[in-house]
């Protein structure tokens, strides 16, 4: 429920440390919904909230291009990726990959973490869950996942 005086927001940016010193981050992670308090919590139990910032895209069509480029444009030095929890083939990603690319002009590419490709929506076993959960939080974290690879 939204109360009066409140507004939808399209784009969440980051507040934090990060976007105190722009120039010293050196990942900035695109997710959508709940997603975002795992990687927040997740930021906060490796004290990286200065080299990695977080932007909630709420809105995906039309897609807020203004805001991901102005975040894109903030975090000029700073890795861009998607993160998701859905499967690579359900989620966003494909969607919003190009989208991303196009206001980078294609000089930055747009990493993805999530799970693999699968037919159902999920593995119906916990401790699979858990282990997918995380190596997708390793990854959105380990600031030498994409390095030398291209995209």
């Known amino acids: 429920m939204m109360l009066p ?5 399209r784009g969440i940016v980051e507040d934090g440390p990060a976007a105190q010193k722009p120039e010293e981050v050196k990942r900035l992670l695109f997710c959508t919904g709940k997603v975002y308090y795992e990687l927040a919590k997740e930021r906060k139990s490796r004290s990286l909230e200065a080299e990695v910032a ?3 895209l709420e809105q995906l069509s039309p897609f807020p291009f203004d805001v991901v480029e102005e975040e894109a444009k903030k975090y000029a030095n700073a890795e861009l990726l998607w993160c998701q929890e859905e499967h690579k083939n359900q989620g966003y990603y494909e969607y919003v990959k190009p989208r991303i690319r196009a206001t980078t002009r294609r ?3 747009v990493w993805y973490v999530g799970r693999e490709p699968a ?3 999920a593995t119906g076993n916990k401790n699979t869950h858990l282990q997918e959960l995380k190596r997708f939080l390793e990854t959105s ?4 996942a994409f ?3 291209d995209n």
């Open 107 to 109: 000089e930055r590419p």
């Open 54 to 56: 977080i932007t909630r």
């Open 141 to 144: 974290f380990n600031l030498q």
């Open 147 to 149: 390095r030398g690879l």
């Open 119 to 121: 037919s159902a929506p």
């Open 5 to 9: 005086g409140t507004e939808f927001l």
